[in-house]
């Protein structure tokens, strides 16, 4: 028979299962809409009363009722004490981190607030150039100055990787004076790489890990995927709990941990750039993602990452595709892998990334999550089950069937991603400075004024301060030939460039 002490114990995290198994903010929400009171504030659609029937279509009636925000009971984002902070620190428990903030503006919310928490102006920052293009904006809100580090290539696939140590190590010695190190863990393709020892490096010298983990807040809960950032020893990581879980769109999470951080610091960041009038519906959507993931995450996201491995041994049956997995993923820069994502390499069917996914969208139906010059990306999540897996590999199969030809386009296979160009000046003065447009061919050695990229995935190819090099500019012209999408610059055509100088506007 167990004493009385361990019968408090067992008693005490059974209650403390119990209430993580609840929604605050739901549960608030869905008070308040039942008390009644009538509605003679904002929003102008007055919980529904002068909703167009559109939108009616679009939400439903109760949620319409509890679109409401400000409210006494609804807590504020800004300044939790009730629903919300009750929340965050359910969030954070469940994460192991020491605290959670609750982000309304997508992942790129979280990261300008990681960079604006942690960077002063003038503060250097070392930064992988294969980071997401808010990754920029932030360090342009900051005004710190960026040392670009260049990731791994993996030649095979012609996406970039992760960083190594030894990278990390070199870009230290040359820059004691950083800050931070930025880190994308896991990639856009799911690799991940040594992020406990570059931990463990970057802390040593005095300087705070950020990870943009917009692709890993599900890794926890497997654990036959990478470990968390969080776990490996970052100091902040920004997940897209939207992306990969069942928050709504824009629905993300910023998590701290350690002393490193200045809690009020980020806390005022978050203030600063969220709105004043936070939507409910996204933060609820949080906070049930939260509890979906509490109640049995172990057992959704394991189901899926079984079902991504017998979809990727299926595939690598197919004459002509091939998608790596873990015994890929063994060399510095690649050390692992979350398998629920598939990339599935196409040019042995003859054919782009970008032609392969146009077949599959309007013939088979299925929409990738992201194509490049040579592969394609698929997510399976939580929510998938067999019959998703089933329908995807029909399809493929069906493209290598019907589909198949002789060779494929030579830029899609030739054009390599550029080295990291030097830099004419920080982004941020690139931005404020004043700017002309000149011809895309004669942009070579002026500084870019913009951004220049694809998307998805949103890696800048040239950002604000970057000396234009040849190398940049074929590579740009050689993926916009396939008909990867442009994003960033003014003219999306790409006839001319925005440089920094004075000139015909």
């Known amino acids: 028979m167990p004493g009385l002490a361990e019968r408090r114990r067992v008693n005490e995290v059974e209650k403390r299962h119990d209430e993580a198994l609840r929604a605050p903010i739901a549960e608030a929400m869905k008070a308040y809409a039942a008390d009644g009171a009538r509605a003679y504030h904002t929003p102008g659609h007055k919980q ?3 909703a167009h029937p559109l939108l009616k279509a679009l939400v439903t009636e109760e949620g319409l009722r509890e679109e409401v925000s400000l409210m006494e009971e609804l807590d504020d984002l800004h300044e939790p004490t009730m629903c919300i902070k009750e929340a965050q620190e359910m969030a954070a428990a ?18 300008h607030t990681m960079l604006m928490g942690a960077l002063a102006p003038g503060d250097t920052v070392l930064v992988p150039r294969n980071a997401h293009r808010s990754v920029i904006g932030g360090i342009i809100l900051a005004g710190a100055r960026p040392v670009f580090l260049q990731p791994e290539i993996d030649e095979r696939l012609g996406i970039a990787m992760g960083l190594t140590e030894e990278t990390v190590r070199s870009a230290i010695a040359l820059h004691p004076e950083a800050k931070a190190l930025v880190c994308v863990y896991p990639t856009y393709y799911g690799v991940t790489y040594g992020l406990e020892a570059i931990a463990k490096l970057v802390h040593a010298h005095g300087m705070l890990l950020l990870v943009d983990e917009a692709h890993g807040p599900h890794l926890r809960f497997s654990d036959d995927l990478p470990p968390q950032a969080i776990d490996c020893g970052a100091d902040m990581a920004a997940q897209s709990t939207h992306k990969i ?11 701290t ?59 690598n049956e197919i004459d002509g595709l091939w998608s790596f997995g ?19 390499q196409v040019t042995g069917l003859g054919l782009s990334g970008v032609e392969a996914e146009s077949i599959l969208r309007h013939e088979y139906k299925v929409q990738c999550e992201l194509s490049d010059a040579r592969n394609l990306l698929f997510i399976l999540s939580y929510a998938d089950g067999k019959e998703q897996a089933d329908y995807l590999l029909a399809a493929l199969q069906g493209l290598a069937r019907d589909h198949r030809r002789a060779t494929v386009a030579a830029s899609a296979v030739a054009a390599e991603l550029p080295a990291v160009p030097a830099q004419g000046m920080t982004p941020r003065e690139a931005f404020f400075a004043p700017k002309c447009s000149v011809p895309f061919g004669e942009a070579e050695g002026r500084i870019a004024a913009e951004q220049v990229m694809f998307y998805p995935p949103g890696i800048p190819i040239l950002c604000p301060g970057d000396i234009i090099d040849a190398a940049s500019l074929h590579y740009i012209r050689a993926m916009q030939s396939l008909g990867l999408k442009v994003v960033g610059p003014r003219d999306a055509s790409l006839t001319e460039l925005q440089v920094v100088g004075r000139g015909e506007q």
């Open 48 to 50: 529904g009363l002068g």
């Open 94 to 111: 469940l994460y192991g981190a020491d605290q959670a903030f609750f982000m309304i503006n997508g992942t790129t919310g979280a990261i």
């Open 245 to 255: 879980l069942g928050a709504m769109t824009q629905a993300s999470m910023l998590l």
């Open 257 to 315: 941990s350690g002393p490193r951080v200045s809690r009020e610091r980020v806390r005022e960041a978050a203030s600063l750039l969220q709105s004043t009038s936070p939507n409910q519906l996204l933060l609820a959507s949080l906070d049930i993602a939260r509890l979906q993931m509490a109640e049995d995450g172990r057992e959704t996201v394991g189901s899926a990452v079984r079902l991504a491995e017998k979809l990727r041994c299926a595939i």
């Open 326 to 344: 873990l015994e890929y993923t063994d060399y510095p820069g690649a050390t692992g892998l979350d398998t629920t994502k598939i990339t599935v």
